[in-house]
């Protein structure tokens, strides 16, 4: 961590408070994760329509994305991180108010709903809103500030508040939920996003939007920009990924149920998880800036579907924390490796569109994980789904060595050598 060292004291304050609000971020959404579908559960739901709710989320983060990547580059980065934890701190006491409710029926023409769960769909949308918001956001903060040859290091570093969150949150949740109940579990998690609201009120904003740069980009709309070469196959990627994700976080707890273990054992996964996530980070990115952003997705991608193949072969504790570890071990490399390679294509007055929009295929996966894999659980089991995203995963693997760049030869050698990226857009990387 030499690099800190090297920034003025401002400067590490700045990165000191905007660490702290993304843990509030991460753990205050990551502590739900264990207890969520059970709250959903106790509302008289089935497995269908608890990923129904759960895929509410990634509703929210697709219908929000274009307007919010679009905002932090036209109004700055900080606005758009505020918008985020606003949705942490609020979503988890909207979760609340639903219990409070007599059952009661929505009437949609001829179709006809139950009103808790359509409201708690909502709610779950509203919660979406959190990640296109602030992961966009924290991670221009970040490049905007990050030199050029240290980029990679610094994203791993900043990006630790993710697995921290997910250790602390999950482990939280958990005890939460046993010792107190559901209220006092989705309190907590509120006022971990009230926190991190009153700490990015310290960060300053290094980004200055560049209204004359962005009147002369060329007028792609948000969408078409996911067609370009440079955004397509990340995307598709993260998509795939994000049915494994999805998986995990909407159908573990009832999948450990189904195997006959202790509900509590639910947080320990999701903490084997974020301590094998964070120790990669710490490795991982510096090592991107020497070696190259592809090696490393194309091991993460093996390393996901070595995952999810443990864990659709679990039936004892030892097994799912195996899984686990080797999932936090995915995770912790893709995702900053992805957010680096997106820095590396793309300029600063395009960066919260192009990080929005590879993320949109992340969304939408963990969109159609909830309710389609959902609806398979209850044919196939919790099992099921699992060996599923083991191969939705390894499809992903098989995809980027062969596309990831503009041919079959330039694929190979970026995915699996130091084969240059072609359409990064700092020379360093050209």
């Not at 918008?83 to 023409?109: E, K, S």
């Not at 040859?149 to 939920?177: F, T």
């Not at 060329?218 to 998986?247: E, K």
Request: glycine letters at 12%.
């Amino acid at each position: 961590m030499k690099l800190f060292s090297t920034f003025s004291p401002a400067l590490r304050s700045n990165l000191g408070f905007l660490f702290g609000s993304g843990l509030c971020f991460w753990a205050g959404l990551a502590g739900l994760l264990p207890v969520l579908p059970l709250y959903i559960e106790t509302l008289g739901a089935t497995g269908q329509e608890i990923g129904f709710v759960m895929a509410s989320f990634a509703i929210g983060l697709l219908v929000a994305r274009p307007t919010l990547s679009r905002l932090a580059d036209e109004q700055g980065r900080k606005l758009v991180l505020l918008v985020g934890l606003f949705a942490i701190a609020g979503a988890p006491f909207c979760y609340l108010l639903v219990d409070r409710l007599a059952p009661f029926t929505w009437t949609l023409g001829t179709v006809q709903l139950d009103g808790r769960l359509a409201l708690m769909g909502l709610f779950r949308a509203f919660h979406g809103i959190s990640i296109a918001a602030y992961v966009t956001a924290y991670s221009a903060l970040i490049v905007d500030i990050a030199p050029p040859a240290h980029r990679g290091e610094l994203i791993g570093y900043m990006s630790l508040v993710n697995p921290l969150g997910l250790a602390l949150g999950p482990a939280l949740g958990s005890y939460l939920l046993d010792w107190v109940g559901f209220t006092v579990a989705f309190a907590v998690m509120g006022s971990l996003g009230v926190l991190g609201l009153l700490l990015s009120g310290f960060i300053r904003e290094t980004y200055e939007p560049d209204l004359a740069a962005l009147k002369k980009q060329p007028p792609q709309l948000f969408w078409q920009l996911l067609l370009t070469p440079r955004i397509r196959i990340p995307a598709i990627i993260l998509f795939l990924v994000g049915l494994a994700f999805g998986t995990i976080s909407t159908f573990t707890p009832l999948y450990v149920r189904e195997v006959g273990l202790e509900l509590s054992f639910v947080g320990f996964i999701y903490t084997a998880s974020a301590i094998a996530s964070f120790g990669i980070r710490l490795l991982s990115g510096r090592a991107s800036d020497r070696y190259g952003r592809g090696r490393f997705i194309s091991l993460s991608l093996l390393l996901y579907s070595l995952a999810m193949i443990i864990l659709w072969s679990a039936s004892s504790a030892p097994i799912f924390l195996l899984g686990g570890l080797v999932q936090g071990t995915a995770a912790g490399m893709l995702i900053p490796m992805i957010a680096a390679l997106m820095a590396d294509r793309s300029a600063a007055t395009e960066r919260g569109r192009i990080f929005g929009l590879c993320m949109v295929g992340f969304d939408l996966g963990i969109a159609l994980a909830g309710p389609v894999l959902g609806t398979l659980a209850d044919t196939i089991g919790y099992r099921g789904v699992f060996g599923l995203s083991a191969l939705m995963t390894a499809l992903g693997f098989v995809i980027f060595v062969t596309s990831s760049s503009k041919d079959m030869r330039h694929s190979l050698r970026f995915a699996l050598s130091q084969g240059r990226d072609v359409y990064a857009v700092d020379p360093r990387f050209d």
